[in-house]
């Protein structure tokens, strides 16, 4: 129980910290459509199914990437991020506890400000870097209603910036089912490719949804993600361990944790850096944000079962260097 309280504790100030700088299966999913802009990109994972049980029934996280062009649009340009569709299909629980339900937006990169923003609720705000891109992770729930949404951005006026323009991508929600079992890496990929993404200029972050899939239901899955912990070299907030901070769709408790690994703990304990916990159909996922300075190059994520039979998997990310998209 102290050791408990004591992470409470730290949880508290990584979440206000956040709010006050402001935390599958897509494999088989048809591509959203985009609606094109002559100076932005918006790309957004084609969808995700409902996952979790109880307090988290429903639940479903995203990653979204905008790149717009940086000769027209200046480091700091400010875009608003939204999706009230989203925010609307998620209802809560009925007569259930719940933290909040809808959507907490993530963003690991505040241009001005150097350390992460999130924001609850259909929108966030957040800046380009200099390169004229930005990602952002999402968590929604509890209880969202299948069917498809719109993720939009809107370029603002000021800090330099003179254009105005919307932009926007499709996003599902899917009915929940069985699925052949694995882990995957899922971002934004814009080339097609395997997973990857350009890390943000100022203090390269980036923002990855791990899903992964089990023959084991309720079990208890550990997930690290070691070589991206190594990879980013400044710990934000003044907290070594959130080096990586976890985005995981916990509605009753603690949906922000920090650090290397999620293991162990105990279904009592809900929340906290205790490992995933399998639905029904043998799914779960998180979204790890790897935080400041973290260097370009691959990266390796570890998922283990904790009981018998033991399964391992390994999906990869590779973080690219800084870099402006052709236009």
Known sequence: MERRSLW?????????MLLMAGTASARNTPAG???????????????????????????????????????????????????????SRCLGLTGGKELFHGIFWANPNEFSAGIPKGEFGGSIKVELDGDGNVNVGL??????????????????????????????????????????????????????????????????????????????????????APELFSRCEVAPLGLPEAKVIWLRPDFTGEFVADGKELVGGAAIEPGGKEALKTDNDGN????????????????????????????????????????PTAF
């Open 139 to 224: 968590i929604a729930g509890p209880n969202c209603a299948v069917g498809g949404t719109v993720i939009s951005g809107h370029t603002e006026p000021g800090k330099g910036n003179t254009t105005v323009e919307s932009f926007a991508a499709g996003f599902a929600v899917e009915p929940a089912k069985p699925s052949p079992e694995g882990s995957v890496i899922d971002v934004p990929e814009p080339e097609g490719g395997k997973a990857t993404e350009v890390e943000d200029e100022e203090s390269s972050s980036v923002a990855a949804l791990l899903q992964t899939e089990w023959n084991s239901t309720e079990a208890k899955i550990r997930v690290a």
């Open 8 to 16: 409470a504790g730290t949880l508290v100030l990584i979440s206000s």
């Open 284 to 323: 779960a996922f998180v979204i790890a944000l790897g935080e400041e300075s973290c260097s370009p190059g691959i990266s390796y994520f570890e998922t283990d079962e904790e009981a018998s039979p033991f399964n391992t998997e390994e999906p990869s990310f590779t973080i690219l260097p800084p870099q």
């Open 33 to 87: 459509e985009k609606a094109e802009a002559t100076s932005c990109k918006i790309y957004t994972l084609p969808g995700l199914m409902r996952q979790g049980e109880f307090g988290n029934v429903g639940s479903v996280g995203d990653v979204v990437t905008v790149e717009c062009n940086p000769e027209v649009f200046p480091g700091g340009t400010v875009v608003e991020l939204s999706d009230a569709q989203l925010q």
